[in-house]
């Protein structure tokens, strides 16, 4: 144990030093690249440091512990669906109104077993409690309650896998926490990094994977005179098989991803080099990370829909979810501490977080016209305005790790909250469209 603390406080120095690396660049793009820097420079952190394995040694070793009965405090009774007509009513365009039930939590740190240490907010000392009793509301329409009997229903049989980076896993995590009231999940499967995690509900014969890709795309990460930069190669057409390998047994995909292409990555086609993003390089073009995150899922829709095996998928791409940092970038103090949600006028939209989204749905449309032929299904799943609402939703200073205090997870969110609405749209996303 003493000798895994050493190894992570190590680890921790490190990440640090690139940063401060990074800040060191000295060419004269840099400047004007400053506050985006400081923000890759986090994702970098965080996204990287929260899948560390050796940081794991640092948390409540429970948390992997998933065979651990399942306490009754379970307060949810499931409800009777009122199934009314809400084809037409825009699920992602609403506000948060809270929740008046008295008992309006879907699961506690109690009764989830499987709530990883850094989302476990409470654990880690938060004090208010509001954040968990807001529900997402449609203008037109109303979600039901997440009702674990009906989406296990709906997938039995089936296997559901969410791809992405570490927001796909807090998704997932979610998610376990969510089904584990109607049935304790078995943790089958585990890779040496903790990148790829298989569950199964033996009940419903129900499988559930998480397969971590920052990039979708094939990337290895840049080494100068020996030490890793924490940019990337990116070649944007082709596919990390690490992923593409399982998509054949896949019933549903999830996919995400955003942040880690904000970073100073270089963008290669045919093994070209053909720019870079935030590299402040003469004689290489800056294209964006737009420009990367549209290829990327390009790449990622292309292969699906020229995969044989892959026919009759369903894929859901769910929507970029910013960073929240106030009061300066993760690195200068910047914190979230917010104890309530923003009102709808108070969110700002048209930001680069909007400019993402944009290129997401954008290739949502496309692909879906292309996969109709073959069968495939494409929806998207717009969480980027309501979670814009939702700055009181991060774990911020509350994230457990002990070797970085003072510093704040803006972007993940605590469980249980305001994430789990992710999944409230997955079932109404399910419900409406493929169950039949
Ligand atoms: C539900 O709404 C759609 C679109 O408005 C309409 O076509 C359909 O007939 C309605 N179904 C029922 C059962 O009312
Ligand atoms: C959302 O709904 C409001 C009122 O129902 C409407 O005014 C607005 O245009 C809608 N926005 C979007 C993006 O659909
Ligand atoms: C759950 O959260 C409470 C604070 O609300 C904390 O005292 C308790 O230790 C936590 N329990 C677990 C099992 O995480
Ligand atoms: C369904 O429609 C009825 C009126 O037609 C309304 O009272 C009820 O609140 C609606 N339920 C939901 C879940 O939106
Ligand atoms: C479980 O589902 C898989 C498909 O995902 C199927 O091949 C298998 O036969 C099922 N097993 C049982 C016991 O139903
Ligand atoms: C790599 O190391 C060599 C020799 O120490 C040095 O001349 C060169 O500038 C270094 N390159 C970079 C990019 O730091
Ligand atoms: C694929 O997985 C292997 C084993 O975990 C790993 O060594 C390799 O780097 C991965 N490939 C990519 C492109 O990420
Ligand atoms: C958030 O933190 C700032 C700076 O520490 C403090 O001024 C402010 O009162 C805090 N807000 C809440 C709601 O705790």
Same mark, same amino acid.
């Given at each position: 144990m003493e000798l895994c603390s050493v190894q992570t406080r190590k680890n921790?120095?490190?990440?640090?030093? /690139?940063?401060?690396?990074?800040?060191?660049?000295?060419?004269?793009?840099?400047? $004007?690249f400053y506050s985006l820097f400081l923000t890759m420079i986090f994702t970098f952190y965080m996204l990287h440091f929260s899948i560390s394995p050796i940081v794991n040694f640092t948390t409540n070793s429970k948390e992997d512990d998933a065979a651990r009965p399942r306490n009754s405090l379970y307060m949810i009774q499931p409800q !009777?669906?009122?199934?009314?007509? #809400?084809?037409?009513?825009? $699920?992602?365009?609403?506000?948060?109104?809270?929740? *008046? *039930? %008295?008992?309006? $939590?879907?699961? #506690?740190?109690?009764?989830? =077993?499987?709530?990883?240490?850094?989302?476990?907010? !409470? $654990?880690?000392?938060? *004090?208010?409690?509001?954040?968990?009793?807001? %529900?997402?509301? =449609?203008?037109?329409?109303?979600?039901?309650?997440?009702?674990?009997? #009906?989406? !296990?229903? &709906?997938? %039995?049989?089936?296997?559901? +896998?969410f791809i992405g980076d570490s927001l796909a896993r807090n998704h997932m995590e979610s998610l376990l926490c969510l089904l584990s009231s109607e049935e304790t999940?078995?943790?089958?499967? /585990?890779?040496?990094?903790? /990148?790829?995690? #298989?569950?199964?509900?033996?009940r419903y014969n129900f499988t559930l994977m998480v397969l971590r890709t920052e990039f979708l795309v094939f990337a290895t990460e840049r080494v100068?005179?020996?030490?890793?930069?924490?940019?990337?190669?990116?070649?944007l057409d082709k596919l990390n098989g690490n992923w593409t390998q399982h998509l054949p047994n896949i019933d549903y995909v999830i996919f995400s991803d955003g942040h880690w292409f904000l970073r100073p990555n270089y963008l290669y086609e045919n093994d070209n080099l053909i720019g870079c993003i935030y590299c402040g390089e003469a004689g290489?073009?800056?294209?964006?990370?737009?420009? +990367?995150?549209?290829? +990327? &899922? *390009? +790449?990622?829709?292309?292969?699906?829909?020229?995969?044989?095996?892959?026919?009759?998928?369903?894929?859901l791409l769910r929507t970029f979810s910013a960073?929240?940092?106030?009061?300066?970038?993760?690195?200068?103090?910047? &914190?979230?501490?917010r104890t309530r949600p923003f009102a709808r006028e108070e969110v700002k939209i048209g930001d680069q977080d909007w400019e993402f989204r944009n290129i997401q749905t954008e290739?949502?449309?496309?692909?879906?016209?292309?996969? %109709? /032929?073959?069968?495939?299904?494409?929806?998207?799943?717009?969480?980027?305005?309501?979670m814009l609402m939702r700055a009181d939703g991060h774990p911020g200073a509350y994230w457990g790790n002990k070797w970085m205090k003072g510093f704040s997870d803006c972007i993940h969110w605590c469980l249980p909250g305001p994430i789990d609405t992710w999944n409230e749209f997955l079932l109404e996303i399910i419900r409406r469209k493929f169950s039949t």
């Open positions: 921790v120095h490190n990440y640090l030093f /690139k940063g401060e690396k990074f800040l060191n660049l000295g060419n004269p793009g840099f400047l $004007l !009777l669906l009122i199934d009314n007509n #809400t084809s037409d009513c825009d $699920l992602f365009n609403g506000s948060w109104v809270r929740n *008046q *039930q %008295k008992s309006s $939590l879907y699961y #506690t740190n109690f009764s989830c =077993p499987t709530i990883p240490h850094s989302k476990n907010c !409470l $654990l880690n000392g938060r *004090q208010d409690e509001e954040f968990m009793h807001w %529900k997402w509301k =449609p203008d037109k329409c109303t979600i039901p309650i997440f009702n674990p009997k #009906t989406f !296990l229903a &709906f997938v %039995k049989g089936k296997t559901m +896998a999940p078995m943790d089958i499967y /585990k890779d040496a990094e903790d /990148k790829f995690r #298989t569950w199964i509900f033996p100068i005179n020996g030490s890793f930069t924490g940019g990337f190669d990116l070649h290489v073009q800056h294209l964006g990370p737009g420009y +990367a995150i549209r290829r +990327a &899922f *390009q +790449a990622a829709f292309k292969y699906i829909n020229e995969c044989e095996e892959c026919s009759g998928i369903v894929v960073g929240q940092f106030e009061n300066g970038a993760w690195n200068e103090g910047g &914190f979230c501490n290739e949502v449309e496309r692909a879906r016209k292309d996969g %109709k /032929k073959i069968g495939n299904n494409f929806e998207i799943m717009d969480v980027t305005r309501a």
